[in-house]
């Protein structure tokens, strides 16, 4: 095989996106790891100014420009590149000066970050969740039994009574001892296995969607966006239902505390190819974002609002997101949040070729 032919295929098949520029700042090279990263080809590419990649406060243009001046290579960790598609990546580069004979032309060598962010970011998440889980059970333990205890005395207290209008009293203890034990067991998240069946995820958000109007009496608009071509999976409706019914009773109630003017919560569905959930990478997996247009959520509280207890509003419970978590985790998946003022979007995702064998 011909030399130049051999390091044309290392380029191409290179997973780093390699982009060759010439004199006037005009792409005269990408390989296919660059068109996939810029979601443009290569014809594309060359008709755009290099300009276009960057935000107007990034110094990205400014970096080429002088290096093709000074001859001096650069390198910039976690910048921000724009595709020709619109969409924002975090990247690192490198800007090397190449010298040759037809003038002077700069090699820029990129390669993704978000994937590695993300990938850290969901298992922190993950083990922030099992941590406070595991805080939970042996909370729970510590709690019940003494619970019990006080309950069974309680009663045997009531049968030596002879005064019924001491009952009263006794009465209380059981129920406030009750109150107790069902909150440790809400804490605590579904106590059963998932009982796993075919489900369809666009008739689990038809089902939520018509319990959010019931309660709201159609007071929230509910706008969907849904992917036809995703496919049924294994997964247990009952608690799927639970699971996204508490992320839409979030938003909903956080709108009306805000008094929101015409509240609106937008559902999409989207399947996602090759995408890594912790540490584990799936082939195909379904994507649920729920976006509303409420007030926020506060950020000293952003980090912490899969935890048990914690809530932004002051009658809140802070077990519906926990618990949504938990759903989610027991089908293999995770949800994440992003937020700001005047949106706030969960995203669900859920691998779609979970099996019975491999439900943790």
Same mark, same amino acid.
């Given at each position: ?95 090397? =000066?190449? !010298? *040759?004979?037809?003038?002077? +032309? $700069?090699?820029?060598? &990129?390669?993704?970050?978000? /994937? ?114 995703? =496919?049924? !999976? *294994?997964?247990?409706?009952? +608690? $799927?239902?639970?699971? &996204?019914?508490?992320?839409? /009773? ?111």
């Amino acid at each position: 095989m011909p030399r130049i032919e051999l390091y044309k295929q290392i380029l191409e098949n290179l997973s780093t996106a390699v982009v060759l520029l010439d004199a006037s700042m005009q792409v005269e090279y990408a390989n296919p790891a660059a068109e996939m990263l810029l979601e443009a080809s290569l014809r594309r590419l060359a008709q755009v100014p290099v300009s276009e990649w960057f935000l107007p406060d990034e110094t990205g243009f400014a970096d080429l420009q002088a290096c093709l001046k000074n001859s001096h290579p650069y390198t910039r960790r976690e910048a921000k590149l724009v595709t020709q598609s619109g969409n924002h990546l975090t990247v690192d580069y490198s800007i090397n =000066p190449l !010298f *040759i004979s037809s003038g002077r +032309q $700069l090699l820029i060598e &990129i390669e993704a970050r978000d /994937r590695l962010m993300r990938i850290e970011r969901e298992e922190d998440l993950l083990s922030q969740h099992e941590t406070a889980r595991s805080l939970v059970r042996g909370m729970a333990h510590e709690i019940k039994n003494p619970l019990g205890g006080i309950r069974g005395a309680a009663q045997l207290l009531e049968r030596e009574l002879e005064d019924p209008a001491l009952h009263d009293y006794t009465r209380v203890i059981i129920e406030e001892a009750d109150r107790l034990r069902n909150l440790v067991d809400r804490l605590l998240g579904p106590r059963t296995l998932p009982k796993m069946e075919d489900v369809n995820i666009h008739a689990i958000l038809e089902r939520v969607c018509h319990l959010i109007q019931a309660e709201t009496k159609g007071a929230v608009a509910l706008v969907r966006d849904y992917d036809p071509s995703i =496919p049924e !999976f *294994i997964g247990d409706s009952e +608690q $799927l239902i639970q699971a &996204i019914l508490n992320i839409l /009773r979030n938003s909903m109630q956080a709108m009306q505390a805000a008094e929101t003017p015409r509240p609106e919560i937008q559902i999409k569905t989207r399947a996602l190819r090759q995408i890594t959930l912790g540490a584990e990478k799936h082939r195909l997996a379904c994507c649920v974002e729920i976006t509303d247009n409420g007030p926020g959520i506060p950020e000293d509280i952003l980090s912490k609002i899969f935890y048990p207890m914690v809530s932004g509003r002051a009658e809140g419970t802070g077990l519906g997101l926990s618990i949504a978590q938990s759903i989610i985790n027991q089908h293999r998946g995770l949800i994440e949040c992003d937020t700001r003022p005047g949106e706030t979007r969960f995203q669900l995702f859920i691998p779609l070729e979970l099996n019975n064998e491999s439900v943790r």
